[in-house]
């Protein structure tokens, strides 16, 4: 074979393995396709294995036949009751219908889009009919099922399926939990002030009460004082008098020595001026005799 022959040998394999190339095409378990003629969807195949298009005029747009998740950012969302709430869900879907679904949104990220704009939509349609005592309620389940339904409705005009549709999270708004935990504080505060002044008040009157028992309590033992000395004093008063009639010139004496010792005890500046043979020297008067 000369060299001309092999050449064109040549091109026509390579020829041959481009166009075998742009004929055969394998889809995958995972997968669903649409084929194409000049633009226009001739049919779809949901079936794995080698397929076959007719080259260079057909083109194949291949789509995901998995359960597919869609996590929107969470949206503000007003209640029946003008209760504000930062609503985050969750969806499921799964691509059935390949055909609509191309004639619609064509791409998987413009059928995300519009998923979400119709998951958004329906939220804030049914829980704008529904107050947040209800969604905290058992009708939480009857809330969820209408929003699954009107998800479910809307979806199926893209060829898209939702399995489920759920709520994730549904929080007040930051600038309310702001408000919200100031008016607590400010509430607290006010309690704690009152449970304050409650208690001064009650120590108040437990400490007046204290006092005026106190007072009460002293002057009760003052008194028992008073009359306990003023029985000693009686009985001091007749001790003195038996004594002093027993012996009037002894008890004379021990007073005269009582008198001695309280004048000159010099616990005091004070002075005396008294005569020497004054009836109060007279027993000093007879010592001083006696021990010369």
Same mark, same amino acid.
């Given at each position: 074979?000369?060299?001309k022959?092999k ?5 026509a ?6 166009v ?22 001739i ?16 083109k ?16 503000e ?6 209760k504000?709430?930062d ?10 219908d ?16 519009? *998923? @979400?704009?119709?998951? =958004? +939509?329906?939220?804030? #349609? ?5 107050? /947040? ?9 009857q ?6 339904k009107?998800?479910k ?18 929080d ?16 607290r ?44 004093d ?11 009639g027993?012996?009037?010139?002894f008890f004379?004496?021990?007073?005269? *020595? @009582?008198?001695?010792? =309280? +004048?000159?005890?010099? #616990? ?5 001026? /008294? ?8 027993y ?7 021990g010369?």
């Amino acid at each position: 074979m000369s060299d001309k022959a092999k050449v064109i040998t040549g091109i026509a394999v390579a020829i041959l393995l481009v166009v075998l190339a742009d004929t055969l095409f394998v889809l995958k378990q995972t997968e669903q396709a649409i084929v194409l003629q000049f633009g226009e969807p001739i049919r779809e195949i949901k079936e794995p294995g080698l397929k076959i298009k007719i080259p260079f005029i057909q083109k194949v747009v291949f789509y995901d036949n998995r359960l597919l998740n869609l996590e929107p950012p969470a949206q503000e969302v007003v209640l029946n009751d003008k209760k504000r709430l930062d609503v985050d869900n969750f969806t499921r879907y799964r691509i059935v219908d390949p055909l609509k679904f191309y004639q619609t949104v064509r791409t998987e990220m413009q059928a995300r889009s519009k *998923l @979400e704009e119709i998951v =958004n +939509s329906s939220v804030r #349609k049914v829980l704008g009919r529904s107050t /947040l005592q209800e969604l905290l309620s058992g009708q939480r389940t009857q809330i969820m099922a209408d929003i699954s339904k009107a998800v479910k409705a809307d979806a199926e005009q893209i060829g898209v399926s939702v399995a489920d549709v759920r709520i994730r999270r549904a929080d007040l708004p930051i600038e309310v939990l702001q408000a919200i935990n100031a008016r607590m504080k400010t509430e607290r505060e006010r309690e704690a002030k009152e449970f304050r002044a409650t208690g001064q008040q009650e120590a108040q009157k437990i400490r007046a009460t204290a006092e005026k028992e106190q007072a009460v309590i002293i002057a009760e033992a003052e008194k028992q004082a008073q009359i306990i000395r003023g029985e000693g004093d009686k009985q001091a008063i007749e001790i003195w008098n038996q004594a002093a009639g027993v012996d009037p010139k002894f008890f004379a004496f021990y007073r005269s *020595l @009582e008198a001695y010792k =309280n +004048s000159f005890n010099g #616990k005091d500046n004070s002075s005396l001026v /008294l005569s020497p043979d004054s009836e109060f020297f007279e027993y000093f008067s007879q010592t001083v005799k006696a021990g010369r």
